[in-house]
C-alpha cells in the first residue's frame, strides 16, 4: 500500500529535524577541532583527511546508488565545517 504524501512529508519532516540536530552538533564539534588546531599551529583544511571520509562515509552505505549524492552532501558539510573553524580562528585573531 502506497503512503500518502501527507504521511511522506510528515516522516521527512522528522528525519530533518534529527539531521538538523546532528548537523549543529557536528559543526559544535567542528569548533572543538578548531581550538585544537589553533593550539597546535595547525591548518584548517587536511585533505589527506577531507578523502578519507568521504571514502568512509560513502561506504557506509546499504544502497550504493547514493554514493554520488552522499559524496557532495559530505563536500559541503566539510566546507561549512571549514568555514566555522576558519570562523574562529578569525575570532581567536589568528589567520586561517
Not at 528525519?15 to 577541532?33: G, K, N, P, S, T
Amino acid at each position: 500500500m502506497m503512503r500518502s504524501l501527507e504521511e511522506c512529508r510528515q516522516q521527512l519532516d522528522e528525519v530533518d529535524r534529527d539531521i538538523v540536530r546532528l548537523f549543529e552538533q557536528r559543526m559544535m564539534v567542528a569548533r572543538d577541532v578548531a581550538r585544537y588546531k589553533i593550539a597546535h599551529a595547525l591548518p584548517v583544511l587536511d585533505q589527506s583527511r577531507e578523502e578519507m571520509v568521504l571514502a568512509s562515509r560513502v561506504s557506509m552505505l546499504k544502497d550504493g546508488h547514493f554514493a554520488g549524492s552522499v559524496r557532495a552532501l559530505y563536500e559541503c558539510i566539510m566546507a561549512l565545517s571549514r568555514q566555522e573553524q576558519e570562523g574562529l580562528l578569525l575570532e581567536e585573531g589568528k589567520d586561517a
